[in-house]
């Protein structure tokens, strides 16, 4: 019967010790936010002769095809009046992709990613692509948290250009 009360007495210490003995109970930290994609609203296909830049990634040529769905299912306007500015791979400086909302944790650390730059009657759409998600509409972009790169994305160790 001792051990009984010995065992019980314990656990009732043990579990209200909380946080590492600190008295405070155990409580979850909510998980960073990470910034909305918006998956494009239908999926028009576009001819890659008429509408997509040269380009040798199929991969890039996707995100392409799918920032456009987004802006003419926005707009609703033709695809053939959606011209392709620019399309670079490289590394946003954060996980916000470069377009960080109020209020709003993200990660700080380097995250591969696509900036694609659309036009439509003479108004640019930043289009905003990080890791394996579709690009979205960023309509208040940051100009100098993106860094564009040639070939493939190789991010040096701590101490490697030193």
């Known amino acids: 019967m001792e051990r009984l009360t010995l065992a019980l007495a314990l656990t009732v210490l043990l579990v209200g010790c909380g946080a590492e003995g600190s008295g405070e109970p155990v409580t979850s930290q909510p998980p960073l936010s990470t ?10 296909t ?8 040269e380009s040798n990634d199929p991969d890039e040529n996707l995100l392409v095809e799918q920032a456009i769905a987004d802006l003419v299912a926005r707009m609703d306007v ?8 620019s399309v670079e791979t490289g590394v946003w400086k954060d996980g916000s992709i470069g377009c960080p909302e109020p ?29 394996s998600d579709a690009p979205f509409l960023c309509e208040s972009p940051v100009e100098d948290a993106f860094e564009g790169v040639e070939g493939d994305i190789l991010i040096p160790p701590p101490g490697y250009d030193e």
């Open 35 to 44: 910034p909305q994609t918006t998956a494009p609203a239908d999926s028009t």
């Open 46 to 53: 576009l001819r890659q002769e008429e509408t997509l830049p």
């Open 78 to 85: 033709d695809p053939k009046d959606v011209e392709v500015d």
């Open 103 to 131: 209020d709003t944790a993200y990660i700080q650390s380097l995250v591969p990613g696509t900036r694609v730059s659309l036009r439509l009657n003479d108004i640019t759409y930043a289009y905003h692509q990080g890791g």
